[in-house]
């Protein structure tokens, strides 16, 4: 009961003080041939994962983290159950239909996504997915992903409050650097900066050095964004500082928060990135590790946040009526592993950030607000 406790200050979540359960929930068990047994107390809840495949072993920790959840907070008007997205996210769907699931949290991967909305809206199914491509939200599905724009959207207007205004993006070809180009550009603005800059590269050694020869140009930037994982940083920084401006701020996207050595490159000491806090998803890491024998992935948070956000509003949800999703505009919010967040009207979660330095040890020089303004 250790994070659900914790997480009870947490604004409307869970109560301060979890009611005992009225029967021992069943932990989310793998969907079987024979369906599911007839439950008159419990509303059913798929959980859609890969648990085959190549991204298998994040499709479980965010079911293991889901089950964990379950049992926190004793769940007992919640019947949680996986069904495997790996052959078929479409089938997976139809499955989880078909045994009477009346909410659907994942799947994890845009594409899956994409495959089981449109069923699941023509059953007045809502889907709670794991992803964080916006072209997928909205009517009836919902995102939980960590949106990169809202990342950088945090970063870019704390540096322009530290005085930075000329900006300059290193972005990856491809659908993550494009959304990335648009925020950073949008963000600027929005701040009151600008980009002056701009490169994209293929992600190869010698297509990343060229970008960011191009990137100074003749007036130079306050702050160089760098849209992509800790592993690129790592390679770029270093060129950055020599050939670039080397006195301009190093900034990063929500993908740096997987990375734990990033400190360990000299020229990225001092850049900032924006995420969700870690400080709960450390106590569920560490929870999990004694559990299951080995750390979770990152991405684990996001089934255990569901399920509290179900949990909630399954106590206002009789079973065998549809899910009350119109709970899920609640304006002030819900709260989790990683914070607080809220629905927009486009399906997003909007999250409340925090802004990272990185440094030996790492530090927060903006904390996340506790919940919204408005």
């Known amino acids: 009961m250790a ?19 009225v029967a021992p929930p069943p932990p989310p068990t793998q969907a079987r041939p024979g369906g599911l047994p007839e439950d008159e107390m419990r509303n ?19 079911a293991n983290a889901a089950n964990m959840a379950i049992l926190d907070t004793g769940g007992a008007r919640v ?35 994409r495959a089981v909305s449109d069923t699941a809206r023509k059953a007045g199914v809502p889907v709670i997915a794991f992803s964080n491509d916006a072209s997928v939200a909205g009517d009836g599905t919902y995102l939980m992903g960590f949106a990169p724009a809202q990342s950088i959207e945090r970063v870019v207007k ?14 990856p070809t491809g659908l993550y650097g494009r959304n990335a180009s ?32 191009a990137l100074g140009g003749t007036q130079g930037y306050d702050a160089v964004l760098i849209a992509d994982s800790g592993r690129i940083a790592v390679q770029a920084a270093p060129l950055l500082k020599k050939n670039g401006w080397p006195n301009a701020r190093i900034l990063g996207t929500e993908l740096w928060n997987a990375e734990s050595s990033l400190a360990n490159t000299p020229a990225l000491r001092g850049a900032w990135y924006a995420s969700v806090s870690d400080g709960m998803y450390r106590q569920l890491a560490n929870k999990y590790r ?35 999703v119109k709970k899920l505009s609640d304006p002030d919010g819900f709260a989790g592993v990683d914070g607080a967040f809220r629905f927009n009207d486009d399906g997003i979660a909007e999250r409340a950030l925090e802004v990272h330095q990185i440094e030996p040890g790492g530090s927060v020089v903006s904390p996340a607000p506790k919940g919204f303004a408005d």
């Open 182 to 213: 648009s925020a950073l550009i949008k963000s600027a603005e929005a701040a009151g900066g600008s980009v002056v800059s701009m490169e994209s590269y293929d992600r190869s050694p010698k297509a990343l050095a060229k970008a960011i020869s």
């Open 44 to 62: 059913r809840v798929a959980l859609l994962a890969p648990l085959t495949g190549p991204n298998a072993a994040v499709g479980q920790s965010i």
């Open 3 to 21: 994070i659900a406790l914790t997480l009870a200050g947490c604004q409307g979540m869970i109560p301060k003080k979890a009611p005992p359960p």
């Open 158 to 171: 704390y540096a322009r409050s530290k005085g930075a205004t000329r900006f300059a993006g290193l972005m």
């Open 79 to 113: 019947r949680i159950t996986t069904y495997d997205t790996g052959p078929s996210a479409a089938a997976a769907a139809a499955r989880a239909l078909a045994d009477g699931n009346r909410l659907f949290l994942g799947p994890l991967l845009a594409e899956d996504v």
């Open 290 to 324: 004694a559990r299951f024998g080995k750390g979770p992935y990152r991405l684990a948070s996001l089934g255990y946040d569901a399920v509290l956000l179900t949990v909630r509003i399954a106590k206002d949800w009789k079973p065998g009526d549809r899910f009350p």
